[in-house]
């Protein structure tokens, strides 16, 4: 059997955290709950975010021009309004559509709570997080994290090189001594190629338990 002995000593300095889908609820979760509340076709939605979503050059892909602000967010809700349509094949609201979607991407607690002790602690935290808007809740962000990367703000999204680049200059802290968590395994892995210690977010407990492997215990 291999040696499961934990480092005494943290192994990292940095901790970087997406925030939807890692820091809330999941993100089909939430998603899932706005579906339901106005009745919009699932499988319409599912084939609009595959579509879209495929599109790998940036000028035909809203939801990259919007993580990058290239889009504007009522540029974009006309956008996706205009492809939805509730179960009864009615048309969907597009003024305050993203404010509706992400009502219910509340903060895990637990997830709150992990990321408080490690800054108490003197690790230093960090968000990265591809925006849909700018719906975080400020107050708690500030908070939480002594760097904030949003990529509306800088024209830079996940799974991009230059995004990771850009947020261990803020960190300021090599990449082999920060580790990132996120719920998509393409930002993860994109992570793992700067140099960063990497792992797919799937719970508060899980996300510890990776921790715990690189001598933070929290």
């Keep these: 059997m291999g040696d ?3 480092p005494q000593q943290p192994l990292v ?17 939430f998603v899932g709950a706005w579906l339901h509340a106005e009745s919009i076709d699932r499988e319409v939605y599912g084939r609009i975010m ?11 892909n809203p939801v990259f021009r919007l993580e990058t602000g290239e889009l504007t967010v009522p540029e974009f ?25 992400f009502g219910g991407a509340t903060p895990d607690p637990a997830m709150v709570e992990l990321v408080r002790k490690a800054r108490a602690a003197g690790l230093h935290t960090a968000l990265l997080s591809n925006s849909w808007g700018e719906g975080y809740p400020k ?5 939480l ?13 996940k799974p991009d090189e230059a995004i990771y680049r850009h947020t261990l200059e803020q960190v300021g802290i090599p990449a082999g001594r920060c580790v990132f968590f996120d719920d998509a395994p393409i930002n993860v892995e994109a992570a793992q ?9 799937t719970g508060a407990e899980s996300t510890r338990a990776h921790l715990a492997t690189l001598g933070v215990t929290l």
Excluded: Q, Y
Excluded at 13 to 29: C, H, N, Q, R
Excluded at 145 to 157: E, P, Q, Y
């Design 4 to 6: 499961t002995t934990l």
């Design 13 to 29: 300095d940095a901790l970087i955290f997406d925030w939807g889908g890692v820091l809330t609820v999941s993100v089909p979760e």
């Design 77 to 101: 809700e006309r956008l996706l309004a205009a492809e939805l349509i509730t179960v009864e094949g009615a048309r969907v609201e597009e003024n305050g559509l993203l404010k509706r979607m």
């Design 139 to 143: 107050d708690l962000l500030l908070e």
């Design 50 to 60: 595959r579509d879209w979503l495929s599109r790998e050059a940036l000028p035909g």
């Design 193 to 201: 190629a700067v140099g960063m210690h990497a792992f797919r977010h």
């Design 145 to 157: 994290f002594d760097t904030i990367v949003i990529s509306g703000r800088i024209g830079l999204r």
